[in-house]
């Protein structure tokens, strides 16, 4: 799976949490720059994610991502 | 009904599709507005949303309270204006396992675990009393899940100091509580995360991370099964079943195989099967569900399979039993129609898909189940609460044999030449009285349940009742009728504020009538005990409401038929209606005996 398929899938993933077809996100992109991003919304989309990607992402890094490339890299390593 | 939140639903597609399917939602016609707090133990946010979506998929729009994180106990237990402001409807308190301030200790005495359990118990039971006290309405509370580990082992279960034997004991406690108070509720996460799976519904990763109780992909289905107690305190539970026959009630098809060769009984694995499910099936007339048949037969063969020697269900338990080669949709709307019931207060059993699929179609709002294989039917069935049990009245057990006796006077009534001749010949009794307290339950759940013959629609708790029942400016009156078939039980309830400048004014707030006792001349009984009522209150006049909603226009023009005039009408179809009491009025209804007293006319005949 390379980067950019990752990104195909994860945008859609993010359009459907956020309820709005115009996101689209990449390396920087942070909870900063969508406005319904809190901690609710990450929530449901943490686990949205796992399920696009077939896997489950372990506490201790749910907690350390810095922004979307942080997710993609692990997404890169373990989903499917 | 809508398809994605009907059991078995997918979870993570309802999570992350939430927005779109509100937006849906909220386009329904008619939502009714119920106001319900949330006191969380843990975080609720998504609790909150997904209940929100099962509420207005049952016709409810749910205006909520959440309480910060884990402040359930203060928000209870303390002045809170945001939550008095909001007047909830319900309350629902989650709590779980991880609110359980002190498990034993090894080495406690069973007099200190005792101890505990009491201290334990106390903190939620002062909290209920106080909510109780403060805001008199349903209130809904988790028991407590299973621990997702056990020190004691097997050891745990049994031996007071172990956590699975304490979470034991203090929801036996809670069980205690509820059998003991009115309007209290057990949401039964107990057996929800057992049937989820304790291991993943506990999976530790979500309270610590997010503070959930409860792994995200259970929220659904912690939030449906609240949904689900809601929309029955609110009288939206389905109340009859359809079922189709070959490969549903038995297997295969009993116009080609033949009676002898069905698969029913205890010989075979698949007519055990279909032995279980008739059996359940059966354990619903007590519950007061109505069993009826709709399929595509020749009726002698229909019989025929159901006087099965091995089958569990006989003709004689079916209220309606249709069994022709009609489309099934006209079939169901014919069949609501002669049981005075709505086409969507009947649950569609079909084995064939495409017979499901007709009747989602063609009868929209029917809850038609996806019901698997035979071996599957009941776990779909029952985990859909279409039957959801808040109240178990005696007026449950006896609904089937009402129904029966319906079809019975429906009988008699053929063979009276007038249709005054055929009521009189069913001397009937009327009770008609100002609101005691042993109906105060049962009239709050009609107003929560009638939708046909209501005049405003307007929805009592008990706790309502109750205070409108002591309040001096209230008339209030409940009607019970029985005849030589039966009793119906309270079927009718009328309700009036007094009112105007002279306090010569009746304006009434609620009027309604179970549609088990149309055309029976109630209404007019009910008319005449309340003229008397208000004549001795010093009313002149009565003022009547009608508010139109999609299920009453039975009712349009009751107040007409009463002899009242109309005063206005407003765009919506709102009406308001006047009657003048005066001194020369005559009883409007001569067929029934109420209140003990034989009416003018029946005297001497």
Not at chain 2, 112 to 124: K, S
Not at chain 2, 317 to 346: G, T
């Amino acid at each position: 799976m390379t980067r950019e398929e990752v990104y195909e899938r994860l945008n859609k993933v993010f359009q459907e949490v956020f309820d709005d077809d115009s996101i689209t996100v990449n390396d920087d992109t942070t909870s900063d720059d969508i406005e319904d991003w809190d901690s609710f919304e990450h929530i449901n989309l943490v686990v949205a994610v796992e399920e696009e990607f077939s896997f489950k992402i372990p506490m201790g890094k749910v907690v350390t991502m810095k922004n979307v490339g942080e997710m993609v890299d692990i997404i890169m390593e373990t989903g499917k | 009904m809508h398809t994605l939140l009907q059991y078995p639903f997918d979870s993570q597609f309802l999570l992350r599709k939430r927005k779109s399917i509100k937006k849906e939602l909220l386009a329904s016609p008619g939502l009714m507005e119920k106001h319900i707090a949330i006191l969380g133990g843990s975080t609720t946010h998504d609790i909150k949303d997904m209940l929100e979506l099962f509420l207005l998929d049952q016709g409810i729009l749910p205006v909520f309270f959440e309480s910060e994180y884990n402040q359930y106990w203060q928000d209870a237990m303390f002045s809170n204006l945001e939550l008095e402001e909001l007047k909830p409807d319900v309350i629902f308190i989650h709590t779980s396992n991880r609110n359980i301030t002190a498990f034993p200790d090894l080495e406690d005495s069973a007099e200190a675990v005792e101890g505990l359990l009491e201290q334990e118990y106390q903190h939620f039971a002062v909290m209920w009393d106080k909510l109780r006290e403060t805001y008199h309405c349903p209130i809904i509370q988790n028991n407590f899940e299973y621990p997702f580990y056990r020190l004691l082992g097997n050891r745990d279960a049994s031996d007071i100091h172990g956590r699975t034997n304490f979470i034991t004991r203090l929801n036996q406690r809670f069980y205690d509580y509820a059998q003991a108070h009115e309007q209290f509720y057990i949401h039964d996460i107990n057996y929800l995360a057992a049937d989820y799976g304790l291991e993943k519904w506990s999976d530790p990763f979500y309270w610590h991370m997010y503070k959930y109780a409860l792994c995200m992909d259970a929220i659904p289905r912690l939030a449906f099964s609240v949904s689900n107690i809601i929309k029955s305190l609110y009288g939206k539970n389905k109340k009859a079943f359809a079922l189709d026959l070959d490969n549903t009630l038995w297997g295969g098809i009993v116009g080609d195989d033949g009676v002898e060769n069905l698969a029913i009984g205890p010989e075979t694995s698949m007519g055990q099967v279909y032995t279980e499910f008739q059996q359940y099936l059966k354990a619903h007339k007590k519950l007061g569900v109505l069993l009826n048949v709709v399929s595509k037969n020749e009726q002698e063969n229909a019989m025929a399979g159901l006087n099965h020697p091995d089958g569990v269900l006989k003709p004689d338990d079916f209220i309606s039993i249709k069994a022709n080669w009609e489309p099934k949709s006209r079939n169901l709307v014919q069949m609501a129609d002669e049981l005075n019931l709505l086409p969507e207060s009947f649950v569609f059993v079909d084995d064939n898909p495409a017979e499901r699929a007709i009747i989602r179609q063609q009868v929209p709002g029917v809850p038609v189940p996806e019901i698997g294989q035979v071996e599957h039917y009941i776990n779909v069935i029952d985990r859909s609460g279409f039957f959801e049990v808040t109240n178990l009245s005696k007026d449950d057990f006896k609904r089937n044999e009402m129904y029966k006796e319906n079809a019975a006077r429906a009988r008699l009534q053929a063979s009276f030449g007038s249709y005054e001749d055929y009521l009189k010949s069913l001397e009937m009794k009327g009770e008609i009285r100002g609101f005691v307290p042993a109906y105060m339950s049962r009239i709050a759940q009609l107003t929560n349940k009638s939708n046909q013959f209501n005049l405003t629609t307007k929805r009592y708790s008990q706790g309502d009742i109750e205070a409108v029942a002591s309040d001096p400016d209230h008339i209030t009156l409940y009607g019970k009728l029985g005849d030589k078939f039966g009793d119906n039980g309270v079927v009718s309830i009328v309700i009036g504020k007094i009112g105007g400048e002279k306090r010569d004014e009746l304006h009434m707030e609620l009027w309604l009538m179970s549609c088990r006792v149309l055309k029976r001349d109630m209404e007019y009984a009910m008319m005449d005990e309340l003229v008397e009522k208000a004549k001795a209150a010093g009313i002149r006049k009565i003022v009547g409401y009608y508010y139109p909603t999609a299920k009453n226009v039975m009712v349009k023009d009751f107040y007409a038929l009463q002899g009242f005039t109309k005063v206005s009408e407003d765009g919506a179809g709102n009406t308001v209606w006047e009657f003048e009491i005066t001194d020369g009025y005559r009883k409007k209804q001569h067929v029934i005996d109420v209140n003990g007293a034989v009416t003018e006319e029946g005297a001497g005949k």
